[in-house]
């Protein structure tokens, strides 16, 4: 039992690059959420998926794509990357009955 | 929508001291409030959580929060702090606004444990 796992651990973009952070997890859950993580900023919520096939936006949408195709994985894009998209982005799942969310282990991206 | 504020950035103290680190949230509603602690170079793990019930909760290695509605409070504390409980320590309110469940996070607090 992995828990959840985020591929790749760390990256390094030009600016206008693209690409896409893989998120896994094994417990079946349902909720699966990614966040990005800035100094003295905590934990802010980019998009969110409820279930297989669903997505929505969350706090600081703008400048990323997801997609959830399989229950286990939700893919997390950057189509065109930016500098101010520096950040450390978690990933997190969680059963629907239950409110304890389970994070990854991150993936640490630099921008030049 | 729900804010958290987690009242000091840095807390340095000496090992075997207690320590308390404090979250305030803005609302007085129901809510669920959780502790999350992350070491360094890694991902959050959850320390403890209030979900209904005894306002006292306690985690595995020694940690307590007490839910306070009337001050809208969830404030961590340790009586004796280890080298080992040196990391970065994030607040948590659930928030449903929106019309979807989300974890509305502090900034956090660093708690350096010096020998």
């Known amino acids: 039992n992995a828990g959840v796992t985020q591929t790749p651990k760390f990256r390094v973009l030009k600016t206008g690059q693209s690409m896409t952070l893989l998120c896994a997890q094994d417990?079946?859950?349902?909720?699966m959420y990614w966040y990005r993580q800035d100094p003295g900023m905590g934990l802010r919520l980019i998009h969110y998926s409820v279930g297989e096939g669903t997505t929505a936006k969350g706090e600081v949408p703008d400048g990323y794509n997801v997609s959830r195709l399989k229950k286990q994985n939700f893919l997390l894009g950057l189509e065109s990357a930016a500098p101010s998209q520096t950040s450390v982005y978690f990933c997190a799942s969680r059963r629907g009955t239950q409110e304890t969310q389970y994070f990854g282990p991150g993936t640490r991206l630099l921008v030049l | 929508a729900q804010s958290v504020t987690q009242l000091d950035s840095q807390v340095p103290v000496f090992e075997e001291a207690p320590v308390e680190l404090r979250c305030n949230y803005s609302s007085s509603v129901s809510v669920y409030l959780f502790w999350y602690v992350q070491y360094p170079n890694q991902g959050l793990q959850l320390l403890l959580k209030?979900?209904?019930?005894?306002?006292l909760v306690e985690s595995i290695n020694g940690f307590e929060a007490e839910f306070n509605k009337s001050q809208t409070s969830f404030h961590l504390r340790k009586p004796s702090v280890h080298i080992s409980d040196t990391a970065e320590y994030f607040c948590a309110v659930s928030d449903f606004s929106g019309g979807y469940n989300k974890l509305i996070f502090g900034a956090g607090t660093r708690l350096a444990v010096h020998p």
């Open positions: 417990m079946n859950h349902e909720y």
């Open positions: 209030y979900l209904s019930g005894s306002t």
